[in-house]
């Protein structure tokens, strides 16, 4: 009896990525998944109560697949949201730059999000949306960034779904800190495009 045994590179896999958008009612959550996913500006406010995408994109050489949920920033629908916390890889906790009150509200959201998980490292992202509301702004850069760096660990971007700017840089820093706390990557684009090194070994008997 002989025994062969072939080894196959195991050809790159299409990581997927359940990303989770989080904040007040108001702040633009749905703006900037639609901006990411269908490439447009949506103006008017229609209150999400769950809405579901799946969208490709490549981060740093690897392909990967987004699923993103899309959640209600009402309260009557914040029961919900342990559900769609404990489901999630990372998070996008979002507040509009012109209320401090949205601002406020995440760390409501972020507590939650900690105390589902266990732990105080998980994937995120704080996000001040509507940066091109600047003459009405409420929440400084500086505090926001404050609250990230000092209190939550986390990374801090600012955002316009009308202008698209930085939107889908929110994304691929959501993919980043997946990889990250993962433990498939040191979240920073090293070694990117680089195929994995895993064998598949076929024995013929």
């Known amino acids: 009896m002989r025994i062969i045994i072939i080894d196959f590179p195991m050809a790159t896999m299409r990581r997927e990525y359940k990303l989770v958008i989080l904040g007040a009612g108001g702040v633009g959550k749905s703006a900037l998944t639609m901006r990411l996913v269908q490439g447009v500006f949506v103006e008017k406010y229609d209150p999400t109560i769950e809405d579901f995408y799946r969208h490709q994109i490549e981060v740093d050489g690897a392909p990967c697949t987004l699923e993103i949920l899309d959640t209600a920033g009402t309260e009557q629908f914040a029961a919900m949201r342990q559900l769609y916390i404990a489901n999630g890889h990372a998070f996008a906790l979002v507040y509009s730059i012109d209320s401090q009150a949205s601002f406020l509200e995440l760390q409501t959201i972020h507590q939650q999000i900690v105390d589902v998980k266990s732990s105080s490292q998980v994937a995120m992202v704080l996000v001040g949306n509507k940066c091109d509301m600047e003459m009405d702004r409420e929440v400084s850069k500086e505090q926001a960034d404050q ?44 070694g990117k495009g680089k195929k994995s090194k895993s064998k598949i070994k076929c024995e013929i008997l």
């Open 147 to 190: 609250l990230a760096n000092r209190s939550w660990n986390c990374s801090f971007i600012e955002t316009s779904a009308k202008t698209d700017t930085n939107v889908r840089e929110l994304f691929v820093e959501l993919v980043r800190k997946t990889n990250q706390y993962m433990g498939m990557g040191d979240g920073k684009g090293k």
